[in-house]
């Protein structure tokens, strides 16, 4: 059994050592003489500016943290934790991550899923789940900024933004880096630019990432059989520069063929949430191990090409930010996780009630954004900026259900079409007063229309699997969202080493539609969501810049949160709306105490419950032997209350740490860096059950290396601990869930040049 510090345990740490401020950054690269810890830029507010100074809740991954975290061919979901309020996961892999911010997300699972957590790739936000999880590299850092961001940024932003910068072009030189490690986990990382006299320059950057099938299923010969994956990336950047005018165009490519996430049938126990062994109760688990018949692969293609323009007039730069994006996407899994049914010969692990196999196609998808947008060049004084935006996406998506776990032709298939629209008008202004106060306040005008139609043309399954076991007519709904989004702030630096501010912001997600009819008959729709987030906090930095510590406070009041049921006895994913409250506080401590030391803790701790008398949803599946916690309706079996219940995915305290140091040797240093996140208890769903939840997480990771100016060479191990955790589940027909990555070692070598 696991043993891990209580949340009263980890109060009193962070009493003692104090939070990691919302707007502290992560990196804790050593520092080789007594200077202190260096200023950090960030673009929260689409403009240059100190984290100190920024009026928003916002930390920075970038340096060794980065680094560290992605030098086992990780994916975004590495990011989990890494930052105050933060987590990521997945149903589907390296693929389609859901992101949650002070525990608003969406835990739906179908490929139109919209979510309050926006992803922004150098100004560009990503809308469709297939774009989110672009892999990681050559960036110059990731910013995660919580709370709404509606004003200056994209579309769905209510809970928060994950903003991705990359290293642009404008330099010679480059590095390269490979890694090596456990179940043959490889990864190759190469970066080169080049800049001549005449204003041009390109970057090139690449990343292969690899792993060998690891995962035993032991129902066939083969020794390894799942797990496995080949991704890989490139960016193109070319760049040219004239005086007051900038030009850079952008093209970009992923192509991901590798298993996609693996289900495990009876992880838990009814009456546990203790992961067992494919023996059942009494079992050690066994990660590397599963028991199953069906088939599971998934390929992932997408594309970005893009044209940024800049002049700057001067008083104003005028910014064009054009880009398009297109992906093609297929993945099948064997969604009950076992092998065989209880009606058949063989059957398990535990009771497997019937078979269930399904894929999911995404034949195409194209995403269309251009911004328009001009902002005052000057630092003190009245500031400003204001531009349009537009938002343009079509999306096909197929679904298909098999009776059989090998069968190649499905007995069901169901089709989606989408559409959707939206422009926004913004604006914002700031004043920075000579007594050091600074006020601003800014506007969007959002816009959106959503044109859905759903099929299920083949149906050959019998009654008894889906009724009435005919063809499904075409269904269409089209909806409609527009709000008036807006924010003001207002910051006082009351001395050179404290500033603190206070800022209120309401935000915004557009109405969704779903219609998954594998197993549904009917569509289901979603009203636009509205929140307005209340925050406040100080930034301080103490000992000429050696420590900073950074705190914030927030409540937010959501009305019509947006919402998924999934799973259950018809595995069917419908959206409903409930009223949801949060408060709590994060905060983040930076420390160089003394040369070539650094170390920093970040935590936070989130209340965020659904507030909604009005608000049930039907348990866990009839064949799944789950048991609710929820009051159940009265006179409706099957049927409970969610009022009052954390929401899913959203752990209560969350905590990070990491530390740096140095030890001079000939023309470089020996380092050791290490790594660390804690989360609480989560549940997987709406619903309160002892089955479908996690109790606690705890995943860190250890570098020690030497480097010079020019090399780096490293040994690392990530999930240290080898914690064992499941991260989600799968409600349909029997305890389903799947876990985190196993514990990786391995070597690294990088140059620069």
Not at 194 to 217: C, E, K, P, Y
Not at 727 to 739: Q, R
Request: include cysteine; hydrophobic fraction near 40%; charge should be negative.
């Amino acid at each position: 059994m696991r043993h891990f510090p209580s949340a009263t345990a980890i109060a009193l740490v962070l009493a003692a050592t104090g939070f990691a401020v919302p707007a502290v950054a992560q990196d804790t690269a050593p520092v080789a003489d007594d200077s202190g810890l260096t200023d950090i830029i960030v673009t929260a507010q689409r403009r240059e500016e100190s984290l100190q100074d920024v009026p928003v809740a916002v930390s920075v991954l970038s340096g060794d943290t980065l680094g560290a975290i992605t030098s086992t061919g990780s994916d975004i979901r590495a990011l989990a934790g890494r930052v105050p309020s933060l987590n990521i996961e997945s149903s589907y892999g390296r693929s389609f991550p859901r992101f949650y911010i002070r525990g608003l997300g969406n835990t739906d699972f179908d490929l139109n899923a919209s979510q309050p957590v926006s992803l922004v790739y150098d100004d560009v936000v990503l809308e469709n789940p297939i774009l989110k999880g672009f892999p990681i590299f050559d960036l110059d850092r990731v910013e995660v900024l919580r709370g709404p961001q509606g004003t200056l940024f994209g579309r769905n932003t209510p809970a928060g933004i994950v903003k991705f910068d990359t290293v642009k072009p404008g330099k010679t030189g480059g590095y390269a880096k490979v890694s090596y490690g456990r179940y043959g986990t490889s990864q190759v990382e190469v970066a080169a630019g080049a800049a001549d006299d005449n204003g041009f320059s390109v970057r090139l950057s690449t990343l292969f990432q690899h792993r060998n099938d690891w995962v035993d299923n032991v129902a066939t010969p083969a020794k390894k059989d799942l797990g496995g994956y080949d991704d890989i990336a490139a960016r193109l950047q070319l760049q040219y520069e004239s005086g007051p005018f900038t030009a850079r165009a952008v093209g970009q490519v992923r192509v991901y063929d590798g298993s996609a996430i693996i289900f495990r049938a009876n992880t838990q126990i009814p009456g546990s949430n203790d992961l067992v062994g494919l023996g059942g109760a009494g079992t050690e688990f066994e990660r590397d191990k599963v028991y199953q018949d069906g088939i599971n692969f998934q390929k992932l293609n997408t594309y970005n090409a893009g044209l940024n323009l800049e002049y700057d007039f001067g008083p104003v730069t005028l910014y064009s930010i054009t880009s398009y994006w297109n992906g093609n996407f297929k993945s099948r899994g064997d969604i009950d996780g076992g092998f065989g049914a209880v009606f058949l010969p063989v059957s398990g692990p535990g009771l497997i009630p019937f078979q269930a196999q399904s894929q999911d196609n995404v034949p195409s998808l194209d995403q269309f954004t251009q911004e328009i947008r001009v902002a005052s060049n000057n630092s003190t004084g009245l500031g400003y900026q204001f531009g349009v935006f537009y938002f343009d996406e079509g999306l096909d998506i197929t679904s298909f259900e098999f009776g059989g776990p090998t069968d190649a032709t499905p007995s069901a298939i169901a089709v989606q079409r989408q559409d959707s629209e939206a422009y926004g008008i913004f604006g914002s202004v700031n004043y920075a007063f000579d007594n050091g106060l600074k006020l601003q306040a800014g506007a969007r005008y959002n816009h959106d229309t959503r044109d859905f139609v759903a099929a299920r043309p083949v149906e050959t399954r019998p009654p008894f699997v889906v009724s009435p076991n005919t063809p499904v007519p075409p269904q269409a709904a089209t909806v409609k969202g527009k709000l008036l989004t807006w924010d003001a702030s207002a910051t006082y630096e009351a001395s050179d080493a404290v500033t603190i501010y206070a800022r209120v912001a309401r935000g915004y997600r557009a109405p969704s539609v779903q219609g998954r009819l594998t197993f549904s008959r009917v569509i289901s729709t979603a009203d636009q969501e509205e929140t307005i987030s209340y925050e406040a906090g100080i930034k301080t930095a103490f000992l000429n810049d050696k420590v900073r510590f950074n705190l914030t406070g927030y409540y937010f009041d959501t009305k019509d949160l947006q919402l998924t049921a999934v799973g259950g006895t018809a595995n069917v994913a419908s959206l409903l709306n409930v009223d949801a409250k949060g408060h709590g506080v994060e905060a983040e401590l930076q420390a160089a105490p003394a040369p070539r030391l650094t170390f920093s803790v970040g935590g936070a701790w989130n209340v965020a419950e659904i507030d909604d008398a009005g608000a049930f949803v039907a348990g866990c599946g009839s064949a799944t032997p789950c048991t609710v916690l929820d009051p159940q309706r009265p006179g409706s079996p099957g049927i409970f209350s969610i009022d009052g219940n954390q929401l899913p995915q959203s752990p209560k305290w969350t905590v990070n740490w990491t530390a740096g140091y140095e030890i001079p040797v000939g023309d470089g240093a020996v380092y050791a860096f290490t790594d660390w996140y804690y989360r609480s208890k989560v549940q997987f769903f709406l619903y309160r059950s002892v089955e479908f939840s996690d109790d606690k997480l705890l995943e860190g990771g250890l570098r020690v290396g030497y480097k010079t100016d020019r090399f780096d060479v490293a040994a690392f191990v990530r999930n240290i601990t080898g914690d064992k955790s499941a991260t989600g589940g799968i409600d349909f027909n029997n305890l389903t869930s799947y876990v985190n990555e196993p514990r990786i070692w391995g070597a690294e070598a990088s140059v620069k040049f």
